[in-house]
Each structure stands twice: as structure tokens, then as C-alpha cells.
């Protein structure tokens, strides 16, 4: 058999091309997404289908500044004025009610990035606290993020995940003791939170469960997860599934 060119031989040495799919760069709340309904994440987050913007999704984006602005202490002079939006005259008074006001944060809409499963998620954290005096250890922070809409359904498998991303942040991007860590969901229309107190252990659970996440969205499992939120879900109208649990 005559011998290959020098050319070709070098060609056989080549490493052989990838054909697994990379994994798309995730947000939190495209993680949170899947957590909730594997396939809203996918119409969400790889197929970028169009969602619908709801009135709740402006207010609660236009109320999320004003907070950014209210908790940082920018608040201009020019809002005192009445607002001509009862829903977010609602909120605002609610916040301004809240224990929140009286506290300034460390920073606010603080950014991060986690690297795992080969991929990066990131996310942004609406305001971070120290935590106050009694409440913690000396140095501790608060992570909190305002809610301005409802509570999740019980049967939400993301409920909850995206504070515990945040706190796994804190360690892996920051450098935090878990055991000097809070994190805060405040629903600013009920006046009310949730808050839990972190460790070692609950933050390994949190990067384990990442981690199991990341390794079913590169198996490329994408399957419906039906449940009582389906009816909030903006591509119900295409899901035979969710059409069916939403009743």
C-alpha cells in the first residue's frame, strides 16, 4: 500500500471534532425555569420563543427600579409626586411601609457568575444587607430579592431555587462563610418574607442539585413537568400538557 502523503498524516492527527451540543449559557431564572418545567425553560431559554408582556411584568419591572433607586438612598425628589398607577402606588407604599426602608444595603443589583457543568449561570442579586445586630454573625450578609407578585404555587419545583442560587453565589463567587449567609424572598404586597439561615451542608445541597440540573439540560431532557402554575406559564397556549393541567 503506498505510503499517505505528509499531508494527510498530519490530517489523522487531528483530534476529532465535538458532536455533543454545547450547553446554552444560563440565567438564574432560566435554571429556576427548569426546576419549575423542563420544557418552558427550553421555549424560554434555547428556542427563545416570544413571550407575551403581561401589565404584571411591566409594573413589577418599574417597581423593581424604584426600589434599586429607594433601598440605595437615590430616590429623586421628583417622585414624591402622585403616582397615577394605583398597583404601583400599592407597592411603593408597601415598601415604604416595609422594614427595608430603614436599612441601606451593601450593594445593590450585585452581578455574578458561577461556573459549573461546564457551562456559566448568572445571575444578579437585588440588594444585599448586613445582617443586623443579634441576628447573625458579625460581618454576615442578607441576600434579598423583592418579590412584587404572588407567592409560587406548592407544587413549584423552582420555588425557593433562586435565593438558594444566590447563596451558593455568595460562597463560590464571593468567598462567604455559608454559616454567615441569609437570604430573604420579600413580597412587597404582602409585607412579608421568607428567610433561611445557611450552612456548609445546605449550600453543598444547592451545588449538588446544580449541578444534577445541569447534567440533565445537557442530556438534552426537556420534557413537560406539568402542575397548577401551568395556567401562568405564557406558552400554555402551545403545550397540550400544561393545557390539560390548567383545566
Not at 206 to 226: N, Q
Amino acid at each position: 500500500m503506498p505510503e499517505q502523503p505528509a499531508q494527510l498524516r498530519l490530517l489523522d492527527d487531528l483530534p476529532e471534532l465535538a458532536t455533543e451540543r454545547p450547553l446554552p449559557r444560563l440565567a438564574v431564572t432560566g435554571l429556576v425555569g427548569y426546576a419549575r418545567c423542563p420544557r418552558q425553560c427550553y421555549w424560554d431559554v434555547v428556542e427563545r420563543r416570544p413571550r407575551p408582556l403581561r401589565p404584571s411584568a411591566r409594573i413589577g419591572s418599574l417597581v423593581h427600579g424604584w426600589i434599586e433607586r429607594e433601598a440605595a438612598g437615590q430616590g429623586s425628589l421628583l417622585e414624591e409626586s402622585v403616582e397615577p398607577d394605583p398597583w404601583v402606588a400599592e407597592l411603593k407604599a408597601a415598601f415604604l411601609a416595609s422594614p427595608w426602608v430603614r436599612r441601606r444595603p451593601r450593594a445593590v443589583e450585585r452581578p455574578f457568575v458561577l461556573w459549573a457543568g461546564g457551562t456559566t449561570v448568572r445571575g444578579r442579586v437585588d440588594a444585599v444587607y448586613d445582617l443586623e445586630e443579634g441576628c447573625g454573625p458579625a460581618g454576615g450578609l442578607e441576600i434579598v430579592d423583592f418579590k412584587t407578585g404572588r407567592r409560587p404555587a406548592a407544587d413549584d419545583g423552582g420555588a425557593g431555587f433562586q435565593l438558594d442560587l444566590y447563596a451558593l453565589a455568595a460562597v463560590d463567587c464571593w468567598g462567604r462563610e455559608p454559616g454567615a449567609l441569609r437570604t430573604t424572598e420579600w413580597y412587597v404586597r404582602e409585607g412579608a418574607g421568607l428567610s433561611r439561615d445557611w450552612d456548609g451542608a445546605a449550600v453543598d445541597a444547592v451545588r449538588e442539585r446544580l449541578a444534577g440540573l445541569l447534567d440533565a439540560v445537557a442530556a438534552g431532557r426537556f420534557g413537560p413537568v406539568p402542575g397548577s402554575y401551568c395556567a401562568r406559564c405564557a406558552h400554555v397556549s402551545a403545550c397540550p400538557e400544561g393545557q390539560a393541567s390548567a383545566g
